[in-house]
């Protein structure tokens, strides 16, 4: 059986959002433990009658950690 790449893909970027949200509901302290790492300030590239803004900046938490891997066991289980 051939999965999908993709599923995989979305099921682990909502393992991520959900863990990160749980984790900033739930009163306990240690899941929001982390690091965050990226852009500090926008990169902005003014060409005149444009101005486009770039910006990433990633935080990982226990609680997303925890989302990633029951998303990879949903996964494997569907």
Same mark, same amino acid.
């Given at each position: ?7 995989? +893909?979305?099921?682990?970027?909502? =393992?991520?959002?959900?863990?990160? +949200? /749980?984790?900033? #509901? ?7 433990? =982390?690091?965050? +790492?990226?852009? @500090?300030?926008?990169? #902005?590239?003014?060409?005149? /009658?444009?101005?486009? @803004? +770039?910006?990433?900046?990633?935080k990982i938490t226990v609680a997303s950690i925890i989302g990633i891997v029951l998303a ?7």
């Open positions: 059986m051939n999965k999908n790449n993709w599923a995989c +893909f979305l099921l682990i970027l909502a =393992g991520i959002v959900i863990g990160g +949200f /749980i984790g900033s #509901i739930l009163p306990v302290e240690w899941l929001n433990y =982390g690091q965050s +790492f990226g852009l @500090t300030s926008p990169v #902005i590239l003014d060409l005149g /009658i444009l101005c486009i @803004t +770039f910006g990433l900046s990633i990879i066991i949903i996964y494997r289980l569907i």
